[in-house]
C-alpha cells in the first residue's frame, strides 16, 4: 500500500479544506501515479474535489462516519478495518491513500511507499502529514532535482519502510 501526498516545510497538507497550493507537475504526478488504481481518502477529500466527484478511471474508497452518505461511484467504509477489508479485494501495490489528514494518519502502519511532493515554503495550515524524517521507520529512498514553478521550489521524494 502507498501514501501520495504534497507536504510545506512543516509538513503541512492543507488550510480550511484546501490544498496548500496546486503545482501542474504534483497533479500529474499524483494522475500517473493513480490512474487505474484505488485511492482511498476522507469524505472531505472527496467533496473537496472538483464537484465534489470521484476520480475518473480510478476505484474510489471513501471513509465517513456518516451511515447515511452514499455517494456515486464510490464504495463506502466507516473505519479503517472496514476499508481493510474491502482493499483485501485489490493488489496492495495498487492501494492509494491519498487523505486527509485523519485517513493519512490511520493508514500510515499499513503502507510501505510514500510519495512526497517537498515544497519548499511554510503555508498557513490547520492539516498536517507526520513528519517522516523524524520517524526512524522511514527512510527517503529517492529525491528528485530541484523543481521550480514560477518561484515555489519543491522536490519529488520516496520514502520507504525500512526493513
Known amino acids: 500500500m502507498q501514501m501520495i501526498v504534497a507536504v510545506d516545510n512543516n509538513w503541512a497538507i492543507g488550510n480550511q479544506g484546501k490544498l496548500l497550493v496546486r503545482i501542474p507537475a504534483d497533479m500529474q504526478l499524483f494522475q500517473r501515479e493513480t490512474m487505474g488504481k ?41 473505519n479503517s478495518k472496514e476499508a481493510n ?9 495498487d492501494v492509494y491513500i491519498i487523505g486527509g489528514q485523519s485517513v493519512y494518519e490511520q493508514f500510515l502502519p499499513f503502507v510501505d511507499t510514500i510519495h512526497v511532493t517537498k515544497i519548499n515554503y511554510t503555508y498557513q495550515a490547520d492539516a498536517f502529514f507526520p513528519d517522516l524524517t523524524q520517524m526512524e521507520e522511514w527512510m527517503m529512498k529517492e529525491e528528485s532535482e530541484e523543481q521550480t514553478y514560477f518561484d515555489l521550489e519543491y522536490y519529488f521524494q520516496k520514502y520507504v519502510r525500512k526493513p
Open 38 to 78: 484505488v485511492v482511498v481518502m476522507g469524505r472531505k477529500t472527496l467533496e473537496s474535489l472538483p464537484g465534489g466527484q470521484p476520480l475518473a478511471k480510478r476505484t474510489n474508497i471513501v471513509l465517513t462516519t456518516r451511515t447515511n452518505y452514499h455517494p456515486r461511484n464510490v464504495i463506502v467504509a466507516h
Open 85 to 93: 477489508e474491502v482493499l483485501k479485494n485489490y493488489r496492495s501495490e
